[in-house]
């Protein structure tokens, strides 16, 4: 098995690439605003695509049936449902305004999470042998970066300065090695760790669907009318790529 100091480092390299949304904080001001429908929808593709096209296939060949597996996907947003009802009104009343808005705590929920589950599958992956977890650190970096770049976009469209949002983007990677050791240490089964991607495939479709997408309406004017579609295609397309690249390696 491998150590936990070479798991450690390892699930460190993959939080690392959380240090590209501050490409977002580089931006102008105008320029930020200008690309924050375009970034907004990226991010929508891109969660899809890890969720449908990485997470829920992975979950899928971890032994555990279909059936279960859609069950706890579903779980996963029932769970965000219910989180996000006791955030609304608890946080919504109490904060002043100008203060961030619910679904950029959301999306930091989900980021948490998927981070969280990122390291049971890096862990996983070295578990099998250093070669299979060195290929499984660079196919999961592959996806997070254009990730974290969209999550920090989120986050500043939600209410977070750029600086804050780059802040929250790096404190959220922590959950990477949190992932990994609790992976190790807990030994969990290929069942345990389908059940943990099933429930985090359906907290990052939530995430997407009903709290990133509905604030893309919101910044599409007219004239960028196609910017949605046009953006969520750009990520879908991307995580296709890095699927299909994982497949064959």
Not at 91 to 116: I, K, S, Y
Not at 164 to 179: I, L, N, T
Not at 184 to 196: E, N
Request: one cysteine or more.
């Amino acid at each position: 098995m491998t150590s936990p100091i070479a798991l450690l480092m390892a699930s460190l390299m993959l939080g690392a690439t959380s240090f590209a949304s501050r490409l977002v904080v580089w931006l102008p001001g105008g320029a930020l605003t200008k690309a924050l429908p375009w970034l907004q929808s990226l991010a929508v593709g891109l969660l899809l695509g890890d969720a449908l096209l990485h997470v829920l296939p992975h979950a899928l060949g971890t032994g555990l049936s279909e059936q279960a597996i859609m069950g706890l996907t579903s779980l996963g947003v029932l769970a965000m449902v219910a989180i996000e009802g006791f955030l609304r009104p608890a946080v919504e009343d109490a904060l002043p305004a100008g203060a961030p808005a619910t679904f950029a705590r959301m999306n930091l929920v989900g980021d948490f999470l998927h981070h969280f589950v990122d390291g049971i599958v890096l862990a996983a992956g070295f578990i099998a042998g250093e070669a299979v977890g060195l290929a499984t650190l660079l196919a999961v970096a592959l996806h997070e970066v254009p990730r974290e770049i969209g999550s920090a976009s989120v986050l500043v469209a939600g209410g977070y300065s750029p600086r804050d949002a780059f802040r929250w983007s790096v404190g959220m990677a922590a959950a990477v090695p949190a992932g990994a050791l609790t992976m190790q240490w807990a030994r969990l089964d290929d069942h345990a760790t389908g059940a943990a991607m099933a429930i985090a495939c359906g907290t990052v479709l939530y995430v997407a669907l009903a709290d990133i997408l509905p604030g893309v309406w919101q910044r599409a004017r007219r004239a960028s009318r196609w910017v949605p579609a046009c953006g969520i295609s750009l990520g879908l397309a991307f995580m296709w790529g890095v699927a299909a690249f994982g497949h064959h390696h």
